[in-house]
């Protein structure tokens, strides 16, 4: 059913590259309500996986009552939240409520579509087991979804574990970066009929690779409550070199374990990434795509005093939020010009 046409008179690779993008500025958005959804303390309100039932909030006061009784039952309200209301549980399980319908409702605004173009036989020749993996990379996104909730509630924890938050958050970016590849692949091939996909070139490979690699020390801060060691920027707590707090964790967990460590490699790694970033953009520039340019430098410039924004003001949410934000529109762009530095000719 997934074979596609051989007539390219047949396929639509401008829809289908249109439809992704969608479905990319969706993955963007539910990676802004995770980002709320995380610090707000909501993750860990649900504490059922309910693929199909879960669809539906509770609608009637027993219902509340009866999700309110299993979250009473995990250590994060023993230990955090003792004697919260019925009305402020209803607060946080908004928010994770609202995180889980928009994977459903990617899930299915990415299969439902999918089936179609296929049954229609309106997939360009090659594109196929591309679409095929992005579905299977989103199904497994959801999985791993639920398997960080399941950490936040076994033993004494009152959080969810910051390696499953990484694999999480990470494996999002990677759907979104397939998504935005494949539709620009697709937009090329609608303008030229003939068209060779973009290659991954060197300088594009390491741009994003130290661009995943801040990410992921991101959401070991997110994971850690990193953010809170420190309201200071450049210094931490008065030095710009705390070693005194480096060494009370042994090395080299501490690399991927304590708070400090993790805060002053995500602050600091941020240079080479915006290092990397420039001459990504400058390759675009050079290959035709301004826009793609002005895309990352604008990201990357945002995303910056996001971040010093956000430790100065104690890591308020909004500004936290806007910062996660930002992380996935500059992965957008970064992509972007990926691929604009790849196009061959």
């Known amino acids: 059913m997934l074979q596609s046409s051989g007539s390219f008179s047949r396929a639509r690779p401008r829809a289908i590259a249109n439809w992704l993008l969608i479905v990319a500025a969706m993955i963007v958005a539910m990676v802004a309500v995770g980002g709320v959804t995380r610090l707000t303390e909501s993750g860990l309100s649900i504490t059922q996986w309910k693929p199909i039932s879960g669809v539906l909030?509770?609608?009637?006061?027993?219902?509340?009552?009866?999700?309110?009784?299993?979250?009473?039952?995990?250590?994060?309200?023993?230990?955090?939240?003792q004697g919260m209301t019925l009305t402020g549980f209803k607060a946080i399980f908004f928010w994770e409520y609202i995180h889980r319908l928009l994977g459903r409702t990617i899930g299915l605004v990415f299969f439902a579509p999918l089936l179609w173009f296929a049954i229609k036989r309106q997939i360009?020749?090659?594109y196929a087991w591309k679409l095929v993996f992005i579905l299977a990379l989103g199904g497994f996104q959801g999985v791993l979804g639920w398997w960080m909730v399941q950490s936040g509630m076994v033993g004494d924890r009152t959080h969810v574990a910051p390696g499953w938050l990484a694999a999480h958050l990470l494996t999002a970016l990677v759907t979104l970066s397939a998504t935005i590849w494949v539709a620009l692949d697709l937009r090329g091939l609608a303008r030229m009929h003939v068209h060779r996909p973009a290659r991954l070139t060197a300088v594009g490979a390491v741009s994003v690779a130290t661009l995943?690699?801040?990410?992921?020390?991101?959401?070991?801060?997110?994971g850690l409550r990193a953010g809170l060691v420190t309201d200071q920027w450049?210094?931490?707590?008065?030095?710009?070199?705390?070693?005194?707090?480096?060494?009370?964790?042994?090395?080299?967990?501490?690399?991927i374990g304590d708070p400090y460590v993790v805060h002053f490699i995500h602050r600091w790694w941020a240079w080479v990434v915006v290092a990397a970033l420039v001459v990504l953009a400058r390759r675009a520039r050079a290959a035709g795509s301004r826009r793609a340019s002005?895309?990352?430098h604008t990201a990357f410039g945002t995303q910056v005093l996001l971040g010093i924004a956000t430790v100065m003001s104690g890591v308020s949410i909004p500004l936290a939020a806007l910062h996660q934000l930002?992380?996935?529109?500059l992965?957008?762009?970064?992509?972007?010009?990926?691929h604009a530095a790849g196009r061959r000719r």
């Open 57 to 81: 909030p509770p609608l009637s006061d027993a219902q509340w009552q009866a999700e309110f009784a299993h979250y009473r039952q995990i250590p994060q309200y023993r230990e955090l939240n």
């Open 124 to 126: 360009p020749n090659g």
């Open 212 to 222: 995943f690699v801040q990410l992921f020390y991101g959401a070991l801060v997110a």
């Open 234 to 255: 450049p210094l931490m707590n008065g030095r710009f070199f705390p070693s005194a707090e480096f060494a009370a964790a042994p090395f080299p967990g501490s690399l």
């Open 294 to 296: 002005v895309a990352i």
């Open 326 to 329: 930002t992380g996935a529109l």
């Open 331 to 338: 992965v957008a762009a970064t992509i972007w010009g990926a």
